[in-house]
């Protein structure tokens, strides 16, 4: 059958199907060992809390209700209302419910995003996303509906003691030509756990003010919820930010809620287009949401237990590859959020994109770094090559399990 270029585009292979594919093969493959997805770990007390809070809304009758009903194009009002509360008392954000947008999960928002925000203009004019720092997360690079969408710069590499590293935004070769549309950052990053300091972070929204450009965060993993962040930074919102955030990492994937908070046109923009492509955002997981965002509770529970749940699993992963593996030439990303340890092994004699398949062969799932860095036309750096990203919230048995699997291939090819 022949397809549009359209259908071209987005049947073709990429990144972010390889790891969807292999999560559902980690899921009917009971040898597998799954540290490649990014799916949340199943922390009992928010399992708990999940399980409570959908017993009394299918008591109360609002679970029927929420599957029964559409909700508006721009989301459910309830949830929407009382996140806007919730940023202003907790945070101080000057925003109100008409800067918040629903959509279905963050993969959603960003393709909506980017397509706004860049791509072909009707004055014939072409703009691109930039990402000042890869890598950056899988998921972008084939949520663009035209090509050469995106540009990306390389970071400075800071090594640092007890054989870890962390990634700088690199101002010095930083540049962003009239033919940006948007700037774009996740922090913390996704697939690195690297979060941007304050100042990196306040630089970045000095250069997209003077150029025009809105300054586009991903806050999957943020503050103030799911709180998977383990550096002391400041959360982030003016009324020249995009925020963009999520009930994944809390614990709730699989209702795909993703949530926007932006400038008014923004806002309308997105509310029109959910319209047109899909009716409405879905209405579980706002309902699910919504006594925890009212209460507050949702904060209190990202600190005390999601939180210290995955900096300990962090902590844990770190020290056994670093028992596992003692080569100098092998170095962690400095860990400070999100659910992945970002492995860089220097001088790898074979290309990342083999050691997933001779992993793979083994049972073992990783994902190959060569996939995070949309935007970076430079098919001979050799750092891209050398690193994979490993998901640690898995089951401590499994990740033990893996990371042998894991030492074993490396250590046998630094021999």
Not at 152 to 165: D, M, R, V
Not at 243 to 271: D, F, H, N, W, Y
């Amino acid at each position: 059958m022949d397809f549009s270029s359209f259908g071209e585009k987005f049947t073709r292979h990429a990144g972010i199907t390889q790891l969807m594919d292999d999560l559902n093969q980690g899921l009917t493959n009971p040898d597998a060992i799954m540290l490649g997805g990014g799916n949340p770990a199943p922390i009992p007390a928010m399992l708990d809390q999940f399980q409570q809070q959908a017993q009394a809304l299918l008591e109360s009758g609002d679970l029927v209700r929420a599957m029964a009903n559409y909700d508006g194009p721009q989301g459910k009002d309830r949830f929407i209302g009382a996140l806007a509360d919730l940023l202003r008392r907790e945070l101080g954000w000057d925003i109100t419910a008409r800067n918040i947008a629903l959509t279905n999960g963050s993969q959603n928002a960003f393709f909506y995003l980017f397509n706004l925000l860049a791509g072909e203009f009707p004055d014939g004019r072409k703009k691109k996303v930039l990402f000042p720092l890869a890598p950056e997360y899988i998921g972008y690079a084939d949520s663009a509906l035209s090509e050469d969408h995106f540009v990306a710069y390389k970071p400075t590499i800071e090594k640092l003691p007890e054989g870890q590293f962390k990634y700088h935004v690199d101002f010095e070769h930083l540049e962003v030509g009239d033919d940006i549309g948007v700037i774009c950052v996740s922090r913390p990053t996704n697939p690195t756990g690297n979060v941007l300091t304050d100042e990196e972070i306040e630089h970045l929204d000095q250069i997209a003010r003077a150029k025009g450009i809105p300054l586009l965060l991903d806050n999957a993993y943020g503050v103030p919820f799911p709180g998977i962040i383990f550096s002391d930074v400041k959360p982030f919102w003016n009324t020249n930010t995009i925020l963009c955030m999520s009930l994944s990492k809390l614990g709730l994937p699989g209702t795909r809620c993703g949530i926007v908070i932006a400038q008014e046109p923004i806002i309308q923009a997105i509310t029109n287009l959910s319209g047109i492509i899909n009716l409405a955002p879905g209405s579980l997981g706002p309902a699910m949401a919504i006594p925890m965002i009212e209460s507050g509770d949702i904060i209190t529970l990202s600190e005390q237990v999601v939180k210290p749940f995955y900096r300990e699993r962090a902590n844990l992963a770190v020290k056994l590859l670093r028992e596992a593996i003692p080569d100098p030439r092998f170095h962690i990303h400095k860990p400070e959020g999100a659910l992945f340890l970002w492995l860089w092994f220097e001088d790898l004699p074979i290309h990342c994109a083999e050691l997933y398949q001779r992993l793979k062969e083994k049972n073992l799932l990783i994902v190959p770094g060569h996939y995070f860095f949309p935007g970076i036309d430079d098919p001979d750096w050799r750092h891209s090559q050398e690193c994979i990203r490993l998901n640690y919230a898995q089951n401590e048995d499994l990740v033990r399990r893996g990371i042998a699997i894991l030492a074993d291939e490396i250590n046998a090819l630094y021999a």
